[in-house]
């Protein structure tokens, strides 16, 4: 191989590395918790999203099952109507996982689009949107949710994102803006306004791509707040409880007694580590994007 081909081979991993997945995969993989937490994040993932396809779906109730201990036929026991407690466990992960991305997205997606704003035009928009932040903010962010949850009955999954969303975004918001602020002042963007590039294309094509990480990782820390948020409604029991949830399941072990019941406990412990671990990853993998994403923690 000639020294020609050896460039033309060593090329594209250096271009890859130079990325921002690229950036990401080394960050991860060189931080023992962050990769860990990645990976226990998407175990849970699949064990919620493919785990369905895979289990018997064919659950019936059969009073003669009620309360068994685990088994060969029934890994996790059965619970008080005689069904098996892994398939409803499996069952009940995909629901608050993707609502509570969806909200965290939503959360996002308004912090960045409001806080680009403001950050970048200043003035009277800055001003009206600062207001409307603190107004948000001083709003009770769970007494809202529980206004609005009791006011609307059979609220459907989407429309619980939406609910929670909204009461996520103000304190992304500001963090946001002061990066604007930082960012807008930068060469490379006196640059762009120099070349009359419009504002649009100066905030979404400059200043937002310089920040991706940031918001990458807040993204990870809302999917985590959004989770518990969604899971606190259902324990509180203000969500319709057609739906397999994890947070019903330990609605029901609670408004039931089930925690006194030795046999139920691995219907009443299986929601409660599913979450655990969930935030837990979520948590370590949040600090391995933050030391892959962040320039001054990934030259140490």
Known sequence: MTTVDAAIIAKPRKHFAESFFGRLWIGLTRSPAGFAGTVLVLAIVLFSFV????????????????WTSPSAEHWLGTQYEGKDTFTILVNSGAQPIWVGTLAALMAVFVAVTFGSIAGYFRGRIDAVLLQ????????????????????????????????????????????????????????????????????SRIVFREILPNMAGFIFVNFVISVNQAIYAIVGLYVLGLMPSGTPNWGLMIHQSWGQNFYLNPVALPFVVAPLLMIVLFTIGLVTMGRG??????????ER
Do not use: C
């Open 132 to 199: 409307l932040t603190d107004v948000t903010v001083t709003i009770p962010q769970f007494l809202l949710m529980l206004a609005v949850v009791a006011f609307f009955e059979d609220i459907p999954p989407w429309g619980i994102s939406i609910v929670v969303g909204s009461t996520m975004w103000a304190f992304l918001f500001r963090s946001i803006r002061a990066q604007v602020m930082s960012l807008k002042e930068r060469e490379f963007v006196e640059a762009a306004r120099l070349q009359n590039l419009g504002a």
């Open 289 to 298: 994007l933050d030391q892959a994403l962040n320039p001054r923690l990934r």
């Open 51 to 66: 785990g369905p396809l895979l289990v018997n779906q064919d659950n019936p109730t059969d009073t003669t099952q009620i």
